[in-house]
């Protein structure tokens, strides 16, 4: 198995869980602190620090994501050797393509009979 397909099951991992932290939150302050009895001014049960660390492990996720991305961008560079689009590659063999005419019909004629 390569690195990179090391990386892409790190990221969709990551991803994956990135989605569902960020589905428990509520925008309006809602979220799964609410459910908790968190709806009052008075904090029972560690209500906030369950939104602290929901808010925590979104930003952690997300740097782990990114940083996965260029981990697995640097991989894809080291294991092809090159960097070069074969778009520029001036040594590149061009296949063109045969030009075909029109078959024409002996058939018909032009004198309209």
């Given at each position: ?89 001036e040594n590149a063999i061009q296949t063109e393509l045969p030009v075909t005419t029109p078959a024409t019909d002996e058939t018909t004629s032009g004198d309209g009979n």
């Open positions: 198995m390569s690195t990179f397909t090391i990386f892409l099951f790190l990221i969709i991992f990551v991803a994956f869980l990135l989605v569902i932290v960020i589905m428990v939150q509520n925008p309006k302050g809602g979220g799964l602190s609410s459910s908790f009895g968190g709806g009052g001014t008075q904090q029972l049960g560690g209500v906030q620090k369950t939104t602290d660390f929901l808010d925590k492990s979104t930003w952690t996720l997300a740097t782990l994501m990114l940083a996965l991305i260029l981990l697995s961008n640097i991989s894809i560079m080291k294991s092809t050797g090159t960097v070069d689009s074969k778009a520029f590659d």
